[in-house]
């Protein structure tokens, strides 16, 4: 079933919205809860968070990009988690390790402004990355996968992903000041 006809689904008011949504989506969003909150319970429920917000927000919510849209609810949700359980002495998985390495180069900004001019600098400088790296850099710090998930899932050594995130991070830091971003 097409995006748009999910999405009809749920402006409808249809319960098979969320049927759907899960049969076209419901392993992606798994896999960005779990490797946020590496706990498969934890996952499962932001997932079903994840529908519920997805039942609440259409309408008057009509996403563009319905798989992108529901993505990020399930990473906000499981960074939400993540915090609650850090905050509990349940553990933070790799989400806390994974903010400490992008500090060095991105600092956070209260400013809606900033944000935004971060976001569209972080997404030039993605676009002209090869697409190793980038694929790297991306499952790393949007999925939050560990380095020796990466490792496994891409075939590498777990130092050349190590050697790669770092060079990488050097290389957005860099093109960030020339953006003119106070680092």
Not at 28 to 49: C, P, R, W
Not at 68 to 84: C, H, K
Not at 127 to 147: G, T
Request: hydrophobic share 35%; charged share 30%.
């Amino acid at each position: 079933m097409t995006d748009e006809k999910i999405i009809d689904l749920y402006w409808a008011r249809s319960e098979k919205a969320i049927e759907e949504t899960d049969r076209a989506y419901g392993r992606y969003f798994t896999s960005i809860a779990y490797g946020i909150l590496k706990n498969q319970e934890d996952a499962k429920e932001t997932v079903n968070d994840t529908y519920l917000a997805a039942w609440n927000s259409m309408p008057p919510e009509r996403p563009r990009h319905l798989k992108a849209f529901l993505g990020a609810v399930t990473r906000r949700l499981s960074i939400n988690r993540a915090e609650y359980n850090r905050a509990k002495k349940r553990g933070g998985g790799e989400y806390t390790l994974v903010l400490d390495e992008l500090a060095e180069c991105v600092s956070g900004s209260e400013n809606l402004a900033e944000s935004v001019a971060l976001q569209n600098a972080l997404n030039g400088f993605l676009r002209n990355l090869k697409p190793e790296p980038r694929r790297v850099f991306i499952l790393r710090y949007w999925h939050m996968r560990s380095v020796e998930e990466l490792a496994t899932e891409l075939g590498m050594s777990e130092s050349r992903v190590k050697s790669m995130l770092m060079r990488t991070r050097k290389s957005l830091k860099k093109y960030l000041v020339q953006e003119g971003f106070v680092i």
